[in-house]
């Protein structure tokens, strides 16, 4: 286990927790005040259970961090509440659960790489690609004239995800979505 401070924890990141079990980060954010004692506030899920847990700690509070193995692997199919993985190496499946992908699900795609952290064998977290390419398949029509103006309009993808897209944004478009907070970045180049 190496010693990080709570301001050098990230995303992704799994912390062994003063209870021994082992947690992986959702979200970290370090606030510091004026005035008093800077802190980081970390979003975690445990990973025996996947109960979510907040906690605050000072910024300079030591936490252990585990080491993980990251492993390379392509998406293949769902089954039931899991997903199906397959080790790029090796050719090896792993199942993960449902709870584990978390808000990734919708942006699973087969043949998609993606990478699981491994703690002593077992998947920990998932990564996925930064970037996904999804087709709208519903959305207002196009209004003439607003091509470049700052206003967006709700939007369906073809994996039923809702977004938000620019108003010259119209049905069947390739866009490009932000796989962290599924937020539109641009129209797709194919």
Do not use: W
């Not at 010693?3 to 082992?22: C, K, M, P, S």
């Not at 919708?106 to 930064?130: A, H, K, R, W």
């Not at 999804?134 to 959305?139: D, K, L, P, R």
């Not at 196009?142 to 994996?159: F, H």
Request: hydrophobic content about 35%.
């Amino acid at each position: 286990m190496a010693v990080e401070i709570a301001a050098d924890i990230r995303r992704g990141n799994i912390i062994e927790h003063t209870d021994g079990q082992l947690y992986v980060v959702l979200k970290a954010e370090s606030f510091r005040p004026g005035k008093g004692t800077p802190t980081t506030t970390i979003e975690m899920r445990r990973i025996s259970d996947g109960i979510k847990v907040v906690n605050t700690f000072k910024t300079s509070e030591k936490l252990e961090k585990a080491f993980v193995e990251e492993v390379e692997h392509t998406y293949l199919y769902p089954e039931g509440d899991n997903f199906v993985f397959m080790n790029s190496a090796n050719y090896e499946q792993v199942t993960v659960s449902g709870a584990m992908v978390g808000d990734g699900a919708p942006y699973l795609q087969e043949n998609m790489p993606v990478s699981l952290q491994m703690f002593n064998g077992d998947p920990v977290s998932i990564t996925l690609p930064p970037r996904f390419t999804a087709e709208i398949v519903e959305t207002e029509p196009v209004v003439k004239g607003q091509t470049a103006s700052g206003s967006y309009k709700p939007a369906i993808l073809e994996n039923g995800v809702r977004i938000m897209v620019p108003a010259h944004v119209g049905v069947g478009t390739r866009v490009i979505i932000n796989t962290e907070d599924g937020t539109y970045l641009e129209r797709a180049k194919d």
